[in-house]
């Protein structure tokens, strides 16, 4: 087993409360869910191409946001994307 290390890290107060909420659901301690949590992505981040990860936070420019909200409200749905959503009901 190897030594324990403490690290510090700043996080949002959104992921600080998915944090508390999970171990008081779950009863997993914090530093157990977080080696675990951080193992798993480092190790997806060494085996998965770089262009399939997806980040769980985008940021977008005004302009670009704009652009993106113009073509969802121009696009129709592919067929495929109609057979999948009446799956779901």
């Known amino acids: 087993m190897?030594?324990?290390i403490q690290i510090s890290a700043l996080v949002?107060?959104?992921t600080k409360d998915l944090l508390e909420r999970h171990v008081r659901a779950t009863g997993t301690k914090k530093g157990h869910l977080v080696e675990q949590?951080?193992?798993?992505h480092?190790?997806?981040l060494q085996e998965l191409p770089a262009d399939?990860?997806?980040?769980?936070?985008i940021v977008v420019?005004?302009?670009?946001?704009e652009a993106i909200l113009e073509e969802m409200e121009a696009g129709e749905p592919t067929t495929a994307l109609r057979q999948l959503m009446r799956r779901g009901s």
């Open 52 to 57: 399939v990860v997806i980040h769980p936070k």
């Open 2 to 4: 190897d030594k324990e």
């Open 61 to 65: 420019t005004r302009k670009s946001g």
């Open 42 to 44: 480092l190790q997806a």
């Open 12 to 14: 949002s107060q959104t």
């Open 37 to 40: 949590a951080l193992r798993h």
